[in-house]
Structures are given as C-alpha cells and as structure tokens.
Antibody, heavy 120, light 110 residues
Framework: QVTLKESGPVLVKPTETLTLTCTVS??????????VSWIRQPPGKALEWLAH???????SYSTSLKSRLTISKDTSKSQVVLTMTNMDPVDTATYYC????????????WGQGTLVTVSS | QSVLTQPPSASGTPGQRVTISCSGS????????VYWYQQLPGTAPKLLIY???QRPSGVPDRFSGSKSGTSASLAISGLRSEDEADYYC???????????FGGGTKLTVL
C-alpha cells in the first residue's frame, strides 16, 4: 500500500536551515502524472501549500516562500527532500508530505506529519 | 489571509444538511479544479472530493461538491457526529503558479 513518512529534526534554532525527508513506498517517484507536495500547518491554524515536485522533476514553490525553499528527489532512494533556509519561530508547524496526482492539489495520500519547532 | 475564503465555522444537528462555501477568483477556482479535504482532530487531512465533484472510493455519498464560477461548495447531508472535523478547499492558482488552500471551516455537530 502507499505510504509516506516524514523525517527530520523536531527542533531547529532561528536562522538555521531545516531539511526534511519524505520516504515513500507503494509507488515510484518516476510514475508518470504523479508527484509529491509539502504542506505545513502551524498549531491551530490552516494548511499551507509549500512546494511540489513531479515525476519529470518539474518543480513549483509557494510564491511567498520561494526564496527559502528547495525541493528535490532521489528516485532510487524513494525520497523527496525539502530544505527551508533562515528558519523563524513563525515557521513552527507540522510539516506533511503527500502524494499528488496529475494536479498539484489532487492529494490522495498524506504522511502522518512531523512537528518542527523553531526556538532558541 | 488565505487566497481561498471559507467561513471559519459551521454547525448542524444530526441528520441535517450543511454546506461549506469556498470563494476564490478567476485565477484559481475560476479556471482550475477544486478539491476538498477533511481533517479529523489530531490526524492528517484526507481527500474528500476531487475535481470539483468526484468522490474517491470509500467516501460516503453524503458528501458532495459543486462549483460555479469562482466559488465552490461542499455539502454534507445526513449529518453524523463523526463528521465533526475541519474542512479545507484547495485549488491551483495560475497567477501564483502554486497550490492554495482555504482557511478551513470547523464543523460542529450539535
């Protein structure tokens, strides 16, 4: 069955760079018309779409965060990596990776999410 | 401030029909598919409606979606206590070249 699992630090300091890894199983990152999105949710707040990568390596980013985000994938390892630079306490959130269909917001499987706290 | 606008809360009694609206613009809802997600407390969101009005297998037909112009709606009929959750709409935005979510609607079953 399809699963996605996020991994990374639970605590980062302000100004540091966050690196999150999404390890997928049950499908291949080379499957046509599929991709992986990263979405975050601050405690008690709404979902926010961050970035997406398609099987053909086409990438898209949130306009407001584009300068701080990089998404990449390693198909052989079944992993998608998101880096976010210059972390701030307002970036404290649960970060989800999720599988998408041919449309970026067609999210059919979600990871369990990982809570990242930004604090000194 | 979310690009897609949803009412922060909605409520109904068991058996009732409730609707949740999602308002956008020509660059998102007006020209792209709308998706709806249900997030139960403490869990990851779940796909409820895709491509405006399609239900994934396993989603009860009590849930339905519609779209008209730059707005979309999620309707839940025969309301049940287990429907108490947060509901989010989402769409691609051509102007932003990215995905956008609504601010979410907390549904309370009275």
């Amino acid at each position: 069955q399809v699963t996605l699992k996020e991994s990374g630090p639970v605590l980062v300091k302000p100004t540091e760079t966050l690196t999150l890894t999404c390890t997928v199983s049950g499908f291949s990152l080379s499957n046509a018309r599929m991709g992986v999105s990263w979405i975050r949710q601050p405690p008690g707040k709404a979902l926010e779409w961050l970035a997406h990568i398609f099987s053909n390596d086409e990438k898209s980013y949130s306009t407001s965060l584009k300068s701080r985000l990089t998404i990449s994938k390693d198909t052989s390892k079944s992993q998608v990596v998101l880096t976010m630079t210059n972390m701030d306490p307002v970036d404290t959130a649960t970060y989800y990776c999720a599988r998408t269909g041919p449309e970026v917001t067609f999210i059919d499987y979600w990871g369990q999410g990982t809570l990242v706290t930004v604090s000194s | 401030q979310s690009v897609l606008t949803q009412p922060p809360s909605a409520s109904g009694t068991p058996g009732q029909r409730v609707t949740i609206s999602c308002s956008g613009s020509s660059s998102n809802i007006g020209s792209n598919y709308v998706y709806w997600y249900q997030q139960l407390p403490g869990t990851a969101p779940k796909l409820l409606i895709y491509r405006n009005n399609q239900r994934p297998s396993g989603v009860p037909d009590r849930f339905s979606g519609s779209k008209s112009g730059t707005s979309a709606s999620l309707a839940i009929s025969g309301l049940r206590s287990e429907d108490e959750a947060d509901y989010y709409c989402a769409a691609w935005d051509d102007s932003l070249s990215g995905g956008v979510f609504g601010g979410g609607t907390k549904l309370t079953v009275l």
